[in-house]
C-alpha cells in the first residue's frame, strides 16, 4: 500500500510559479506517477506524468509550461508550474499506478493510489 501527501499548492498571481511536492511512503520507483487535477464543474484531468524509464506526458495545456519530475532516493515527485493561467486554478492529485508502461498516462482510470490533493489557485 503507498500513502501520498501532497504539498505546495496556494494562491498565485497570474504569470507566478508554484511547485507541488508528492512524497510517497514506500518506494514508488517502478511505478508511474501523476499529476491530475479537478476543478469544481468539471472532469479530473491528466496534467503531467513520469513512467518509471523517465519518460514524461504532458496535457497540451501545460506544455512548455509544467514540467514533472521526481527524486527516487526521496521518493516524492514535483510537478514545477510557470506561467500559471487562471484556467489553471483547481484542486491538484498525486498519483501513483504499480502496473507502469507508457500507455495511458493521463487517465486517472490507470491509477491505483491517490492523494488527498493540494489547492491551486490563480487569480487574474
Known amino acids: 500500500q503507498v500513502q501520498l501527501v501532497e504539498s505546495g499548492g496556494g494562491s498565485v498571481q497570474a504569470g507566478g510559479s508554484l511547485r507541488l511536492s508528492c512524497a510517497a511512503s514506500g518506494s514508488t520507483y517502478s511505478y508511474c506517477m501523476g499529476w491530475f487535477r479537478q476543478a469544481p464543474g468539471k472532469e479530473r484531468e491528466g496534467v503531467a506524468a513520469i513512467a518509471s524509464d523517465g519518460t514524461t506526458r504532458y496535457a497540451d495545456s501545460v506544455k512548455g509550461r509544467f514540467t514533472v519530475s521526481q527524486d527516487n532516493a526521496k521518493n516524492t515527485l514535483y510537478l514545477q508550474m510557470n506561467s500559471l493561467k487562471p484556467e489553471d486554478s483547481a484542486m491538484y492529485y498525486c498519483?501513483?499506478?504499480?502496473?507502469?508502461?507508457?500507455?495511458?498516462?493521463?487517465?486517472?482510470?490507470?491509477?491505483?493510489?491517490w492523494g488527498q490533493g493540494t489547492q491551486v489557485t490563480v487569480s487574474s
Open positions: 498519483a501513483a499506478r504499480r502496473s507502469c508502461n507508457k500507455i495511458l498516462l493521463l487517465y486517472a482510470l490507470t491509477y491505483n493510489y
